[in-house]
């Protein structure tokens, strides 16, 4: 299978993350949105990454499409998201959550560094900048509390990691080093503690960010 995109996006990060997890060899086509855009349209006709070509051709695109089938191909048993019910809600919620934090901060990226001099909007950057942290403070409050000492649960769901801290140390990571100034050990505390602990893990070490 080929991953097509770069590393410091963290939608990819999450599914080459859910690869390593799963055991699935990949190669990696390393294609810029910006640099290499009309290459990745033929792959996908958004421009968009990431993407993943299987063995046969098929091209999955959208980080939830592929981890749709990538759970489904792992099984049920080993999948990083719950098959039904209620943990397999608040899995996709955190997830969700943590998502829009990356889309929000991909668009303050473009708003402020990628748009025409003079035409960024200072309202737009406000409110992105204030989803940003709402989103951020809601997953603080849902991540495990690194001050109950050594017994607390490592993960968002208990002591076996999901697809709520693959996704949610991916979208930190990103923040991490492209908008320190938005997250922070001070404010959100569980959160820097859960990223520090994810990227220990081979999972992520084996992909990791890597400014384009
Ligand atoms: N919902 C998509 C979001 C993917 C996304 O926005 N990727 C960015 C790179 S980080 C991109 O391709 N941007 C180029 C564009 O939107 O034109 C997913 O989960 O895969």
Known sequence: MILVGQMDSPFLRRVAVTMNHYRL???????????????????????????????????????????????????PDVSLTPPAGEDRRKVLRIATVALGIAEKVVALNIETRIRAEGTTDPRIVRRYE?????????????????NQGPDQDPWFMGPAITQADVTAASVLTHMHEKRPE??????????????????????FKASPFEEA
């Open 130 to 146: 204030g989803q940003v942290k709402s989103g951020l403070q809601w997953l603080e409050a849902e991540a495990p509390n690194p």
């Open 182 to 203: 938005l997250f922070s050990p001070e404010t959100t505390p569980a959160l820097a503690a859960l990223r520090m602990r994810a990227e220990a893990l081979e999972i």
């Open 25 to 75: 060899p990949f190669e990696r086509k390393p294609l810029s949105v910006f640099k290499d855009l009309k290459a990745l349209s033929a792959i996908n006709p958004l421009g968009k990454v990431p993407a993943l070509v299987l063995d046969d051709n098929e091209t999955l695109f959208d980080s939830q499409m592929i981890l749709d089938y990538l759970d489904e191909t792992a099984g």
